[in-house]
């Protein structure tokens, strides 16, 4: 296991890297870096591993070869979880191990991703490994509403990116009405002065 691969993944800002060692039909592990680290860190490791493993260990953006995210943009922990989701996706992968790395025990921003990424998506997952982690802990009165808002929101992210197409041109006119049909409470003289501002011209409309 001491060869590998070199991959990368697109995403909206720019694409994902990441690092694959043994047989691409082994069973899929997904490993994660810690703080300001990159999947380097598991260069030692991989090779005392089982040999019949996929091994991936991918760089979160801004880390290692993976793009950073925009000026100005803050790195949220969910934000960490989301590259995960983007990652397995891009690699097919239904259900997989999940090895994570300390993940900064010294800032919530990176606290815990492996561990949060199987409370929100335990169907995914049938292996967790901590490697200098304490896991991640809820509130017991917290858990179902930390869930289902989290997970609500990833999702919802990741599905509009999937949609992602070039805009439409509407005629004046089209675009006022899908305007007032999307926001209801707006007059059409208000619609009107709204799009001023908010719509593009083009030769299509």
């Known amino acids: 296991l001491s060869m590998f691969s070199e991959l990368k993944f697109p995403v909206p800002w720019g694409h994902m890297a990441a690092k694959a060692w043994g047989p691409p039909e082994g069973h899929p592990v997904l490993c994660l870096h810690g703080w300001l680290d990159n999947a380097n860190t598991f ?22 070869l993976s793009s950073h995210r925009p000026a100005g943009c803050i790195y949220h922990f969910l934000d960490y979880v989301t590259d995960v989701c983007r990652v397995a996706a891009a690699l097919q992968w239904r259900r997989f191990t999940l090895m994570g790395h300390s993940m900064g025990n010294f800032s919530f921003s990176y606290c815990f991703i492996s561990p949060q990424f199987s409370f929100l998506y335990p169907e995914m997952v049938d292996k967790l490994i901590l490697l200098e982690s304490i896991g991640f802990l809820l509130a017991p009165e917290d858990t179902e509403a930390w869930l289902k808002s989290k997970r609500r929101v990833i999702d919802r992210l990741l599905s509009l990116e999937a949609k992602q197409q070039t805009p439409k041109a509407r005629s004046p006119e089209e675009a006022l009405q899908r305007l007032l049909e999307a926001n209801t409470h707006l007059t059409a003289e208000g619609g009107a002065i709204l799009l001023q501002r908010g719509a593009t011209e083009t030769p299509a409309g």
């Open 43 to 64: 260069d030692k490791l991989i090779p005392l591993l089982p040999k019949g493993c996929y091994y991936v260990a991918m760089d979160f953006s801004g880390h290692g």
